[in-house]
């Protein structure tokens, strides 16, 4: 596999030294106001997680046994294994989730568009 820091083998064994991942953040990209609806964001050391983002769009969605429109949006996270794991990624997407759902009650007349 590609290698991780020290040549250790990429998300094997102990995690690196904190120095290793200095300078390392979260980064969102967004193609939304493109026709792009998914994309795999691609980690540029130092980060550490890249949260792709598409547009939103509406589609057809059932809420309490009733079909509607609503809207729509593709996320996607890569991670460093190294520094995180799958189920930190899983909950920093159901975090954007939550933020996303309540943006409607944030914004005057609930204007989201």
Known sequence: GVGGPRGAPAGRGPPPPRADLAGGTITLSNLGALPVDFFTPVIA???????????????????????????????????????????????LLAALERAIAELPSLIPHGDVR
């Open 45 to 91: 050391g130092p980060q550490i997680v890249m949260v792709a983002v598409g547009r939103a769009r509406e589609v057809p969605v059932a809420r309490d046994g009733m079909l509607g429109v609503g809207r729509t949006m593709w996320t996607n996270v890569a991670i460093d294994h190294r520094a995180a794991d799958g189920e930190a990624g899983g909950r």
